[in-house]
């Protein structure tokens, strides 16, 4: 063999080990990865491609923050569907939504991010998505498309997912007033008569009172001159706590008639309670509940199967019965008619600039009822 020969030969080895190294070297392509046998079929899967279900199968959990509502349809049967289906273990840690949005903030400010999916209130995601602290994200799932979507918060786009609203409107106890004496607008609580009998969540904090008031304040036939003849004319009572204390506030007979009524309290109570959900002309007031994705959560692809999956169909069915929470699509049957979108008319929304920093609304409440 001639010195060009060998030459030539050594020059074809080292081309040759050159592209076996860079073969083995390039990341696998995303779609050259597949999902278990069991999976191959699931339409979540087939949503999100074999990428994201394979790393979310080595990921093999979800972090879900959410309010109590949530936490009852996981212990209702959706933490067990999830897990049997996916084989990906689903860790719920529910609470007061306040403290939820808290702790997403202080874990994203220490660079130990725990949690992987929230659901709130829109004003908690709006506070979230202004820190930072959520990932660009919507399930791929036609589900959505039959939304209403008008109820919900419309900007930014992408950040969080609409999933029910919760209602409000006002309670009765049937003990102490005759269904012909029921309110049948909200004006007509303005007469003395309800004086020391009509009770009410605080409406000079986020929560169930602050919201309702603050929907009223933005009715054009109500806005803060109702509130302030309703403080003067009516003094309604602030009852401590969130809504089951309200709830028990009128069913228990302490006062007749309470605003911050919801819908749900009826299928929380025995049949046969003295309790009815009454809805003035003006209609209910509400707010907008939406999931989300965070950043740089620890298990990101497994969040988004959750995420996915928790829209399908039978699992919003199940929210609805179990959370009790009025879900705005055509498909989903409420648990009593009182919890019908259809059966309701809709005041309109907060303004989302108001709902995003209200702070300007509870000072005003704190110069009517004072400071808490």
């Known amino acids: 063999m001639t010195r060009a020969d060998s030459s030539w030969t050594l020059k074809l080895i080292v081309a040759f080990f050159a592209l076996l190294f860079l073969l083995h070297a390039q990341p696998p392509d995303a779609t050259s990865a597949a999902a278990p046998a069991q999976l191959a079929d699931d339409p979540i899967a087939k949503a999100l491609g074999p990428a994201v279900m394979s790393a979310a199968l080595k990921e093999g959990r979800v972090h879900w923050y959410a309010g109590d509502n949530t936490g009852e349809f996981f212990k209702?049967?959706?933490?067990?569907a999830f897990e049997k289906r996916f084989g990906i273990r689903i860790e719920p840690?529910?609470?007061?939504?306040?403290?939820?949005?808290?702790?997403?903030?202080?874990?994203?400010?220490?660079?130990r991010v725990n949690a992987d999916v929230f659901d709130g209130v829109d004003q908690y995601l709006m506070e979230l998505h202004r820190y930072g602290a959520l990932e660009k994200f919507t399930p791929p799932i036609a589900t959505l498309d039959g939304y209403d979507k008008t109820v919900f918060t419309k900007d930014p786009v992408g950040f969080w997912t609409p999933l029910?609203?919760?209602?409000?409107?006002?309670?009765?106890?049937?003990?102490?007033?005759?269904?012909?004496?029921?309110?049948?607008?909200?004006?007509?609580?303005?007469?003395?008569?309800?004086?020391?009998?009509?009770?009410?969540?605080?409406?000079?904090?986020?929560?169930?009172?602050?919201?309702?008031?603050?929907?009223?304040?933005?009715?054009?036939?109500?806005?803060?001159?109702?509130?302030?003849?309703?403080?003067?004319?009516?003094?309604?009572?602030?009852?401590?706590?969130?809504?089951?204390?309200?709830?028990?506030?009128?069913l228990l007979g302490q006062f007749p008639l309470g605003f911050s009524g919801r819908p749900e309290f009826l299928t929380d109570v025995?049949?046969?309670?003295?309790?009815?959900?009454?809805?003035?002309?003006?209609?209910?007031?509400?707010?907008?509940?939406?999931?989300?994705?965070?950043?740089?959560a620890p298990h990101p692809n497994a969040a988004k199967v959750a995420l996915t999956w928790f829209y399908e169909?039978?699992?919003?069915?199940?929210?609805?019965?179990?959370?009790?929470?009025?879900?705005?699509?055509?498909?989903?049957?409420?648990?009593?008619?009182?919890?019908?979108?259809?059966?309701?008319?809709?005041?309109?929304?907060?303004?989302?600039?108001?709902?995003?920093?209200?702070?300007?609304?509870?000072?005003?409440?704190?110069?009517?009822?004072?400071?808490?």
Request: charged letters at 25%.
């Open 76 to 80: 209702g049967g959706g933490k067990a």
């Open 93 to 111: 840690l529910t609470g007061r939504l306040r403290e939820q949005t808290d702790r997403l903030r202080a874990e994203q400010a220490a660079g």
């Open 164 to 250: 029910f609203i919760s209602a409000q409107a006002l309670i009765v106890n049937t003990n102490m007033v005759k269904k012909d004496e029921y309110p049948k607008s909200y004006l007509d609580i303005l007469n003395p008569k309800w004086k020391g009998k009509l009770a009410t969540r605080d409406p000079r904090s986020a929560g169930g009172g602050g919201w309702q008031f603050l929907q009223i304040y933005n009715h054009p036939k109500m806005g803060i001159e109702y509130i302030r003849k309703l403080k003067e004319v009516v003094d309604p009572f602030i009852v401590p706590g969130g809504s089951r204390e309200m709830r028990d506030a009128v």
């Open 270 to 296: 025995p049949k046969g309670s003295p309790l009815a959900y009454v809805v003035p002309r003006e209609g209910v007031t509400w707010l907008p509940h939406s999931t989300a994705l965070i950043k740089n």
């Open 313 to 372: 169909l039978p699992n919003l069915q199940l929210l609805a019965k179990e959370g009790g929470r009025m879900i705005p699509h055509p498909k989903i049957k409420m648990p009593i008619p009182e919890m019908d979108l259809s059966n309701n008319i809709m005041m309109e929304g907060i303004p989302p600039q108001q709902l995003a920093e209200p702070g300007f609304f509870f000072k005003e409440m704190e110069k009517i009822f004072g400071r808490r």
